[in-house]
């Protein structure tokens, strides 16, 4: 963002990133209390801000309860999809023959509407924890494995010449030149995974669960609770805000080089940048 | 010779398939080359006559579609037991400048530990010392074809083929690295096979000077550049000798390219 002079002011400083996006929402929070007050729209519609903090707060214990199932679920179904992706991506890789075979069926697998397989889920393994991880790591393991496709495509060929001559194995090429080289690749995927990963947990929840933050809105909006809804998600949103920042912190610590080394964000930058920026700092 | 060239090269030929439509095409058309142990040969020739193929031969990576190469008078496998640095430093973004220095130590089996107490203790030489943890984004195109350099160095291989390593410096650093190299060379006495475009460079660096015509690759022609060592670059390149061999030199590479135009 350097040599950004549109503004009198520096927008670049680091306390900016945080500051200016805080202000923007403290403005929107404070015009939609205004609106409530002002308009006569029902608190069963559209609860100001403080009603739903009030909700929340008071309805505290439930949501702790409630978020630890569906964090649980995330969680397992997010590792579950890290292990198919990778795997899938170095079977794939490691073939041609397989990458033919599988390939197209990965990206049609995309197709198939999650939501419409989760019922069937939920037949092959009743209501417990199962069905809500396999949605999970259904919807969350794509990106993952694309990414990583492409990652281990991404070691420059010179590269694993020059480490023939250096007498390197094929599983050191692949150790030392592939696989680092596809990592940040992988990251890129983990970031759009942990997004799905949530709306995963909650479709799984929806489909069949007697627990869970899904399931929990399900149960608020046949009560019309709305202002304990509108907290739930919120909370919601704070795991899938949470766990994209975990991606972060993560791809911070194990790939240094690709952050100082190019200099803090090169390759991502504007909004994206940003994003990752705040992510970090939660 | 009363020994054998350490490395020998003898009527090389590579021929490779055509792309869509054309015929074959000939990269290099009979090429005899020979390399005494601790020599340093250069190869000239203008951009596209098939240097890079050469050495994709010479370090094992190609088989040649005719001709053979010998290691100390013998046929070897050459892949592994030739160095090779390419154009581009190659250096791993995720690795630091004395990862990337190690790493040839460490694809052999080397604990990463000692590899890096090796290649730690070569720093100074290669003038990188102070920049052992440094990412290689972070630093020079010169230090970059150090490490390069170094990587290659501690791999082991007595036999060096280096692809126009300084090509793509600015003309200040190139003069740095050119007396530094030769130095280096002075001191471990490598067999150098260097690939350049530059006249001037060759000669400068070299005991002997190949011309490559392209299109196919051949020698056309090989000088004994005779100055004596060490070699400075005042001295050396007033050498009215020097100026004898470049003057002819450019006339033949000129008239290379203007058959090939």
Known sequence: MKGDGRRGFSLDSAAMRIVAPAAFAVVVLALWQLYTVVSDVPESSLPAPT????????????????????????LIGFALAIALGVVLAIL??????????????????????????????????????????????????????????????AADPQLLRLMRTLRASRWQQFRYARLPAALPFLFSGLK???????????????????????????????????????????????????????????????????????????????PAADAVEIGARL | MAEPPRLRAEGLTKT???????????????????????????????????KSTLFNLL?????????????????????????YMPQADLLMPWRTVLDNAALGLQLDGVSRREARGRARSELPRF??????????????????????LLRTFLAGHDVMLL??????????????????????????????????????????????????????????????????????RGPTTTDPRFADLKARLIALLQRGVEAAA
Not at chain 2, 28 to 41: C, K, Q, S, T
């Open chain 2, 59 to 83: 370090a094992g990576l190609d088989p040649p579609s005719a001709g053979r190469i010998l290691l100390d008078g013998q046929p070897a496998e050459l892949l592994g037991a030739i160095g």
């Open chain 1, 192 to 270: 759009v995974a942990a997004a799905l990963a949530v709306i995963g947990a909650v479709f799984g929840e929806w489909v069949g669960s007697s627990e869970g933050l899904g399931h929990l809105i399900l149960v608020l909006n046949n009560a019309t609770e709305t202002a304990t809804m509108f907290a739930t998600i919120f909370v919601l949103s704070v795991i899938g805000i949470a766990l994209f920042g975990l991606v972060i912190l993560l791809e911070r610590r194990l790939l240094p080089w690709y952050y100082e080394g190019r200099g803090a964000n090169r390759g991502v930058s504007g």
């Open chain 2, 163 to 232: 692809d126009e390593p300084f090509g793509a410096l600015d003309a200040l650093t190139r003069e740095e690295l050119q007396e530094w190299l030769l130095r280096i060379w002075q001191e471990d006495r490598k067999t150098i096979l260097f690939v350049t475009h530059d006249v001037e460079e060759a000669l400068f660096l070299s005991d002997r000077v190949h011309v490559m015509s392209g299109r196919p690759g051949r020698i056309e022609l090989s000088v004994d550049v005779g100055l004596e060592r060490p070699r400075e």
């Open chain 1, 51 to 74: 009603e739903i903090a009030r909700a929340g707060w008071e309805h505290r214990d439930l949501l702790i309860d409630n978020t630890w199932v569906t964090v649980e679920e995330i």
């Open chain 1, 92 to 153: 794939i890789r490691s073939s041609r023959t397989i990458e033919r075979a599988v390939y197209p069926w990965l990206v049609v697998s995309q197709m198939v509407p999650v939501p419409a397989v989760a019922p069937i889920f939920v037949i092959w393994t009743g209501f417990d924890l199962r069905p809500k991880v396999m949605v999970v790591a259904l919807v969350a393991f794509f990106p993952i494995a694309v990414n990583s496709i492409d990652g281990l495509r």
């Open chain 2, 127 to 148: 003038g990188l010392a102070g920049f052992e943890d440094a990412w290689p984004s972070q630093v020079s195109g010169g230090m970059r074809q150090r490490a390069a």
């Open chain 2, 16 to 50: 490779f398939p055509g792309r869509s439509g054309g015929g074959p095409v000939r990269a290099l058309d009979g090429v005899d080359l020979a390399v005494a142990p601790g020599e340093f040969v250069s190869i000239v020739g203008p951009s596209g006559c098939g």
